[in-house]
Every structure is written in C-alpha cells, then in structure tokens.
C-alpha cells in the first residue's frame, strides 16, 4: 500500500462557521453544534466549549472507548457521544479539515440521519486548501472479523472510495439488507437521510433504563420485531408524547414513512462512513462491510490508522539514480568545508528552500571499516549521522551567497534511531526536511537515511553555520 498525492486533489474546508440547535439522543439535553473552518492538515476534532479550557477530542480511532448505542470517543476524561453521523456529512461532503464545537458531549440527534449537518456545512460553503490531500492507496486485502458477532469488514483495491455493506438482522420484520455508494458525491443524494432505527426490544430496554430522552419518534425507524403489549404501548405514548400509536403492515411504527426499502442497510453505511473518518486518512479503496456495526467498524479503523501510521514512517521515497545529480562532488567540495576521509556524501539529488536529498556510495575502501569490524564490516552509526548532517549543511550554505566562507557545527542531536546496519556495498539516500525555518544561521531538520529500500537511520538534528575566521 502506498500514500499518494494526486495534484488535482487539494485539502478543504469550509467557509464561514455555521450552526445548529437540535437535542442529544441519549442525553436528552438542547445542545448547539457549531461547525467552524480549520486550518490544513488539521482534520476533524471536536471542541466541548461548556467545559472549562474547551478542551479539543480530536476525531481519531484511539480515542474510541465504548461503541454501545453509537461511537463514543474519549480524551482526558472528556467525552464525545455518538460522533458516527456528524462525521459522515463531513467525508460525504469531501471537507477534510474542521473544527465541531459542541456545548454539550454529545452532537443533535436531528432526525437521526446526516441530513441537517449536510445542509449546514454547504451553507457554510466549502473552499479548497492549498495543501495537497494524503491519500492511502490500498494495494492488498486487509481485513478485521469479530469471531462473537460474526461480523467483518475487508477493504480491497479500487480506484476510489466506495463502500458496500451487507447487513443480516436475523428477523422476520428486517431480513437481509444491502446498500452500496460506488461515488462519495453520491452521498448526499443516496445516503445521507438514511436515518437511524432500533428495534422494539432494544426499545423496551431503553426507556425501561431511562436512555432513550431526546429520542421522540420523529428521529428514528422503529422495527416492530415482538408483539407490542398494551403496557409497553402506554410507555411509547407517554415517552413520544403521542395520543396513539399502530404498526404498519411493513412491520415499523407509524411515527414516519421509510425513505428507501433498504433505508436500515444505507444508514449502516453511513455508520461505516462516519467511523471510519475516525482513521483521519482518506482512502482509495473498496470497503466491503458484512454485519457491521460501531465496535467492528471503529476496530477495523483502528487497525487501519495502525497500519497507516508504520507505512508512512517507513515510507522510502523514490529517487531516480540515474538521472544527472543536481550537484556532483566538485560542486559539493565548492560548498563544504570537508574533505576526504571526512566527505560522507557523493552527490546532491534534488533540493528546495525546505528539504535536501543526498546520497553516499559505501565501498569497502572506508577508512573506518578497518577498525568497525575487523571480519564484519560495518559503518559506525555516528558516521551515518555525520553523513546527514552534511547534507543538511549544503541545504543551509545554499542561504549564504559565499558558502565557502562558512563552517558547519554540530549542536543538537535528538531522537536517533538505528533500524537497519549498513555495509560496503550499499547505497545510502539521505532525505532531510526542516522542521522550523533557517534563522540565524541554525538550521533545525528532520533526516532520514535510506538503503536497499528500508529506512536505516533516523534523528533530528541541529547545527549552525558559522563564517570561519
């Protein structure tokens, strides 16, 4: 699997911030959801501003406690209840940074679909970003099973994001159900008003525990799966303010019409899609969703974000070592003040005002393979590091109009780790970044070194340049 950049595809968010009022599922309490724009690659985070600090739960899957009656997210003892529909209006809408702020912990229920958030984000209008999107090409199967339920999730190859979930609910009045969205710019026609549905026992459960308070029968489909006695119907009526309440003969209640026949299975879809922006990558693939529910979905995110996160460390960029370098060693030697045996790197491959990459042939003729190891040749750790380090220093000579006048000294070295040996033979491929912008002469950078297609070396180094008397 790789990540990709695709240049026509740049980040979004919204316009100005907008807002709406409505009531919690399951709390029962008036909140007010503010959707505001947010800066790039900031993604999808929640603010509780009734809480002192407004503290920020960011929409990531670690972050996930409990899954019972919606996907509830946790961070320093602050919560958030059901973020699964909210999030989905975001990935249908293709926004990829914003800020939710919530007065409450958990967002309105509306009618129990995406819908009204739908309606709020285009009315804030979305603008594009100038940073390009991260976007995870899968390459393999990858899949999650949850041995209990029965349910599992895969996702495949695809040449864009689409989702089909194939639900089982093992009933008479709700069999088997499909739905599919093979384009995320069908969302909000096909899925986004897919609303939520309970059946009648979890019903019964529910207001016998006092759960269900912001849940009139207005926001959800309720599948009538058992006989419906009389003390339960006086419980209904009294819990929806309702004078009566009947069964039509497609086995709901007669509080609303259904949208679709397989409204259960496209509102499971838009489940699946809210939790997986919990992964916080875009993904090109095909998700294929049997039984799915909040803990499989917020598991498979989890292991997806895992699998993400090594993948990108690991990531060895690709460099074309054939094509003519940018610098050779003369133009190196014009700009450094090293020399053999002390020059570690032959050749510049590319530069901007922000990264450098560099590359060192090692060959059996290093001085200090003499002595690292007599017998088992290996190049010392601190020489790799050197070797980094005066790539970056050609990054920031290249600031100064005479770099031949300068010195580079060392002053930091953070966060060092040594993945992979390196031995004669092999071609190292330096790729530096700065991390804060040269002032001062203080160069501070990120570098990695690369060979034989691994990650061999990482730290995080510092040095200044200095004119030389």
Do not use: W
Request: aromatic share 6%.
């Amino acid at each position: 699997m790789t990540m990709s950049n695709s240049v026509a595809n740049k980040q979004r968010t919204i316009q100005k911030e907008v807002e709406l009022r409505g009531v919690g599922l399951h709390t029962g309490k008036e909140v007010i959801l503010t959707f505001k724009p947010a800066p790039e690659n900031h993604g999808y985070a929640f603010c509780r501003v009734d809480l002192e600090g407004s503290p920020i739960i960011e929409a990531d899957a670690n972050y996930v406690v409990n899954t019972q009656r919606g996907t509830n997210l946790e961070k320093n003892g602050v919560s958030i209840q059901t973020s699964e529909h909210v999030l989905a209006a975001c990935v249908g809408l293709e926004i990829d940074n914003l800020l939710i702020e919530l007065n409450a912990s958990e967002p309105p229920i509306m009618d129990g679909s995406s819908k009204f958030f739908i309606k709020a984000l285009e009315e804030a209008g979305i603008v594009e970003q100038e940073a390009e999107r991260d976007e995870y090409i899968v390459k393999d199967v990858i899949s999650y099973t949850d041995e209990e339920s029965g349910s599992e999730i895969i996702v495949m190859p695809s040449d864009e994001y689409q989702v089909t979930t194939m639900v089982d609910f093992g009933t008479k009045v709700l069999g088997t159900q499909n739905a599919s969205l093979k384009h995320l710019s069908e969302f909000k026609k096909e899925i986004a008003d897919a609303r939520t549905f309970s059946f009648l026992h979890e019903l019964e459960m529910l207001l016998e525990h006092g759960l269900i308070k912001g849940g009139d029968l207005n926001n959800a489909i309720v599948y009538v799966d058992k006989e419906l006695s009389s003390s339960t119907m006086e419980k209904l009526k009294v819990a929806f303010g309702k004078d009566s309440i009947a069964i039509k003969p497609n086995g709901i209640l007669d509080n609303l019409t259904l949208h679709y026949p397989n409204e259960a299975a496209r509102h499971k879809l838009l489940d699946v899609i809210g939790d997986l922006a919990l992964i916080g990558t875009r993904i090109r693939g095909k998700i294929i969703a049997n039984k799915p529910g909040h803990y499989v979905n917020t598991q498979f995110a989890k292991k997806l974000s895992k699998i993400i996160k090594i993948e990108k460390r690991n990531k060895v960029p690709q460099f074309d070592l054939n094509k003519e370098p940018l610098m050779d060693i003369n133009k190196i030697m014009s700009m450094l003040p090293h020399r053999p045996p002390f020059l570690l790197i032959d050749r510049i491959l590319e530069m901007s005002d922000k990264h450098v990459v560099g590359m060192k042939n090692v060959t059996m003729n290093e001085p200090f393979f003499v002595g690292h190891f007599p017998g088992a040749p290996v190049m010392p750790g601190v020489m790799q590091v050197e070797a980094m380090a005066q790539t970056g220093g050609i990054l920031a000579l290249s600031t100064v109009p005479d770099p031949e006048n300068y010195l580079t000294y060392f002053m930091k070295i953070d966060k060092v780790k040594f993945k992979q040996q390196v031995l004669p033979g092999d071609t190292l491929i330096f790729k530096l970044e700065l991390l804060t912008p040269i002032r001062r002469g203080i160069c501070h950078m990120q570098a990695f070194a690369y060979a034989n297609g691994k990650l061999v070396t990482e730290a995080e180094l510092m040095a200044q340049i200095v004119k030389s008397k």
